[in-house]
């Protein structure tokens, strides 16, 4: 089934639904007015109201059983995806909606004050952005105890556990310190070459850690399964909080023997170097290496080879 032949059987079943709302809608005073069956078991079905209508969407009151539902029919195919699969993602991924505390940037779900908010300000909600294998970028409606509601945006990565690896590609030499091999990477946010960086990967869902590891160095520096000699997570890290929800894990990759040459021109590597230790940290003492993955990861190698 083609991808047109699908949109257009859902904007036909969705007419369909627009339609049987608007033939069985009453007024808010026959609404009102209705008496429920008492003592039915079964699921009865009372009559519709529209509660409000706008260019996306219709808000529709319905009795069922004793009960009045509300929910809303979208004339919007894209509201419609999109709630849907933020509605989904709040169930699959509860921790990522948990109040740990409720005073703090507390998340309302609620569909109906999500559109009221969209109609109010303009701003959408839901997973805005999807780079699915990836990660998604998600707007949240965040309503303060006695404050202003505001949107808050986030990115959220598609693997629970982990958005990627960042790797130490180690050489250690007989009678000598061991070389870290760094890439030059022109990196698009900030529109310019890093400045030396150890080499790192996003993680689709599914991937392990390991492999994704193995992967980037095949990728970047040519690296071999067969020249890591071992490969050990010393840690975790998390590039920037206030904007995503991932955590990478750090691997130190130690080699056998002289790698191969760096993929130059793979995804904007323009050299890469094997440097010492001491060198690493001039060049992040002199500015030259600003990448925090980078410079956390020599943190925790540190840490690391101290209990070692």
Known sequence: MTEKFKKSNMDELRRMLVRYVCSNAVSEEQFKSYKPRKNCNKEVHGPLMIAKNSEDYMWVHEWIGNK??????????????????????AEDRPELFAHIDSDHYPITT???????????????????????????IIADLIEPKGKKAFRYVRVVYAEARSNGTVM?????REGKEPLFGILDVFRHCIREY??????RGFMAS????????????????????????????????????????????????????KPNEACIGHEGIKVSAWVSKSELLEMISDGRITDGFTQSALLLYELYMSKQ
């Open 110 to 136: 609620d569909v109906k004050r999500m559109l009221e908010y969209e109609e109010e300000t303009g701003q959408k909600l839901g997973i805005v952005f999807d780079n699915y294998p990836f990660y998604y």
């Open 68 to 89: 009045i539902k509300e929910y809303p029919v979208f004339l919007s195919g894209e509201l419609d995806v999109r709630m849907a699969r933020y509605k989904k993602l």
């Open 194 to 199: 890093s400045g030396g960086e150890f080499p």
């Open 168 to 172: 130490i590609p180690c050489l250690e």
């Open 206 to 257: 599914g991937v392990s850690e390991e492999d994704n590891a193995a992967r980037e160095l095949k990728e970047e520096f040519g690296i071999e399964r067969s020249q890591i000699k071992e490969s050990v997570c010393i840690g975790r890290t998390r590039a920037d909080t206030g904007l995503s929800s991932g955590s990478a894990g750090v691997y130190l990759i130690k080699l056998t023997g």
